[in-house]
Antibody
Framework: EVQLVESGGGLVQPGGSLRLSCAAS????????MSWIRQAPGKGLACVAN????????YYVDSVKGRFTISRDNAKNSLYLQMNSLRVEDTAEYYC???????????WGQGTLVTVSS | DVVMTQSPLSLPVTLGQPASISCRSS???????????LNWFQQRPGQSPRRLIY???NRDSGVPDRFSGSGSGTDFTLKISRVEAEDVGVYYC?????????FGQGTKVEIK
C-alpha cells in the first residue's frame, strides 16, 4: 500500500524556520518526481516545490524562492522541505505528493499543519 | 504563471441531477509532447484531495463513471451525470503544462 506520511509542522514565529519531512512507503520512491502542495486554512491548493527523482532538479513557486528548499534522501525514502524566513502567509496544511506525467498521483498524505504567528 | 479560472465557485445541485464545472486557463495546456495536462481533483470535507481525471478525460481507477472530463486548449469541463450525496466537496482543476503547476480556485458542490 502506498503511503505518504508528513511530519514536522507546528507553530512558529514570523521569521522562524521549520523542516518538514515526508516518509514514503509502498512504492519505488527513487523513480518519482515529488512535490509539496499547500492549502491555507479554508482556501485552495497551491504547488510549492517540485524535485526530480535524483534530486538534481528543483522548482519553486516565486513566493517561496530563496526561503524554502526541497530535498530528498532516496536511501531513506524521504522527502523534505526546509522552510526559512517564514511569513504569516505561509500558514497552511502542507501535503507531500508523488508526481508523474506532469500531474499529481494519488494517494495524498494527511498533511502537516504549519502555523506562522506571533 | 498560468491562471486557472473555475466557474461557478458554488454549485448547489439536486440529488440525481447533473452538474457541470468549467475550468479555463490563461494559456493553452497543450504540451510539446502532444498531451494536454489538465487534471481534476475532488476534496471531500475533512479529507485530503484525490485525483479524479488526468490529461483532460482519463478517469482514475475507482472513480465512478458518472464523472467525465472534456475540453481542449484552454477550455475544460468536469461533468457529473447524476450527483450523489458522496459527491459533496470542493473540485479543483490543475494544470501541469507549465511550472508552477497551478490550481483553479475550487468549486464547492453541495446538495440543495
Amino acid at each position: 500500500e502506498v503511503q505518504l506520511v508528513e511530519s514536522g509542522g507546528g507553530l512558529v514565529q514570523p521569521g522562524g524556520s521549520l523542516r518538514l519531512s515526508c516518509a514514503a512507503s509502498g512504492f519505488s520512491f527513487g523513480i518519482y518526481w515529488m512535490s509539496w502542495i499547500r492549502q491555507a486554512p479554508g482556501k485552495g491548493l497551491a504547488c510549492v516545490a517540485n524535485i526530480n527523482p535524483d534530486g538534481s532538479q528543483t522548482y519553486y513557486v516565486d513566493s517561496v524562492k530563496g526561503r524554502f528548499t526541497i530535498s530528498r534522501d532516496n536511501a531513506k525514502n524521504s522527502l523534505y522541505l526546509q522552510m526559512n524566513s517564514l511569513r504569516v502567509e505561509d500558514t497552511a496544511e502542507y501535503y507531500c505528493v508523488r508526481a508523474e506525467g506532469r500531474t499529481v498521483v494519488d494517494p495524498w498524505g494527511q498533511g502537516t499543519l504549519v502555523t506562522v504567528s506571533s | 504563471d498560468v491562471v486557472m479560472t473555475q466557474s461557478p465557485l458554488s454549485l448547489p445541485v439536486t440529488l440525481g441531477q447533473p452538474a457541470s464545472i468549467s475550468c479555463r486557463s490563461s494559456q493553452s495546456l497543450l504540451y510539446s509532447d502532444g498531451n494536454t495536462y489538465l487534471n481534476w481533483f475532488q476534496q471531500r470535507p475533512g479529507q485530503s484531495p484525490r485525483r479524479l481525471i488526468y490529461k483532460v478525460s482519463n478517469r482514475d481507477s475507482g472513480v465512478p463513471d458518472r464523472f467525465s472530463g472534456s475540453g481542449s486548449g484552454t477550455d475544460f469541463t468536469l461533468k457529473i451525470s447524476r450527483v450523489e450525496a458522496e459527491d459533496v466537496g470542493v473540485y479543483y482543476c490543475l494544470q501541469g503544462a507549465q511550472w508552477p503547476w497551478t490550481f483553479g480556485q475550487g468549486t464547492k458542490v453541495e446538495i440543495k
